[in-house]
């Protein structure tokens, strides 16, 4: 089975590494931007479909990770892989923290305290604005990319090295002890408890994996952006990454791809629609309802998310 996820890893290297030979500069940088979504929603989606917590507060782990790269790179001169490394170690110990107090909550009490790290989070870098300078935010400082490879095709390689690793690692954990423990905890707490499995350790354990995950998206938005401020990871970001893997599949981490494909397509789609039209009101609030009706449409078609029809399952079937 791991040889057969290595496999897959190895052809969807290929293929990205292919497409940004063929798309042009634009649709090479949204593709980076799949990848680094992807490590976030493949994270959440072993939080919340695989051990049933539920986090409204991922956007906030995202910043974590991204102001640590903007932070670091301006101290370490542009050691790009150890203010990376840096970013997830430090989102994982927020996630831990985070994960203890969470152990102990249940339903709409854990989605509050998650809330409210969403809310916290943003409101600690215009409080200490000597140091994250505010709403202005951060320059993420960068060397070029080597050789005479194009920008957008480094971010794109960058992203999705990251993502496949993130994918690679879950893909094993959740099919071992771990995830069995993981789906035993979610479906029952207490026959989990009469197996001989530890709800609150598997609990922070799960929480630590998914944030560490967000570190990493987070950081890796950072670097495409080459930025970060506070209005890159408002609360409504949290809300769009829970409604990606229920839309893509709960629990499912095919379903997390399409969440990912979805967080960029369908704010891309909201723009196309109103380009050229002066309401900035409705360009603000459309990818949200485009999310809902998304949301509303696919839940009815298929209640297990898009990766539940049946050519996706009949793929992952195979695989």
């Not at 009490?109 to 870098?125: K, Q, S």
């Not at 309802?289 to 297990?304: D, E, K, N, Q, S």
Request: proline share 4%; charged share 10%.
């Amino acid at each position: 089975m791991r040889w057969r996820h290595l496999l897959w890893t190895i052809g969807a290297a290929v293929l990205i590494v292919a497409l940004t030979y063929v798309l042009p500069p634009f649709r090479t940088y949204q593709l980076a931007t799949v990848g680094a979504y992807l490590c976030v929603t493949a994270g959440l989606t072993v939080l919340t479909g695989l051990n049933g917590q539920l986090s409204l507060g991922h956007g906030a782990l995202m910043a974590t990770g991204a102001y640590t790269v903007a932070l670091l790179q301006e101290k370490l001169a542009g050691a790009l892989l150890v203010s990376v490394v840096a970013a997830v170690a430090i989102t994982t110990l927020v996630g831990a923290v985070v994960g203890l107090a969470a152990a102990r909550l249940r339903g709409p009490y854990l989605a509050g305290l998650t809330l409210a790290v969403a809310v916290v989070v943003p409101a600690i870098t215009s409080t200490f604005d000597g140091t994250f300078n505010s709403d202005q935010g951060l320059s993420v400082l960068l060397n070029p990319p080597p050789g005479t490879i194009a920008v957008e095709q480094w971010q794109a390689w960058l992203c999705w090295s990251g993502a496949l690793v993130t994918m690679l690692a879950l893909a094993v954990l959740v099919r071992g002890r771990f995830g069995r423990e993981m789906r035993a905890v979610r479906d029952d707490e207490t026959a989990a408890r009469l197996a001989g499995v530890s709800v609150a350790r598997t609990q922070v354990l799960a929480f630590v994996v998914s944030a560490a995950c967000a570190g990493l998206g987070g950081a890796l938005v950072a670097v495409l952006a080459q930025s970060v401020s506070p209005g890159a990871f408002p609360l409504s970001l949290s809300l769009f990454l829970v409604m990606a893997i229920v839309i893509g599949g709960l629990g499912s981490l095919a379903g997390a791809v399409w969440g990912a494909v979805l967080l960029v397509a369908l704010p891309a789609l909201a723009h196309t629609v109103t380009d050229g039209i002066e309401v900035q009101r409705l360009e603000g609030n459309l990818p949200l309802a485009l999310f809902g009706i998304t949301l509303i449409v696919v839940m009815l078609a298929a209640p297990g998310g898009i990766a539940s029809l049946r050519p996706f399952r009949r793929m992952r079937s195979k695989a």
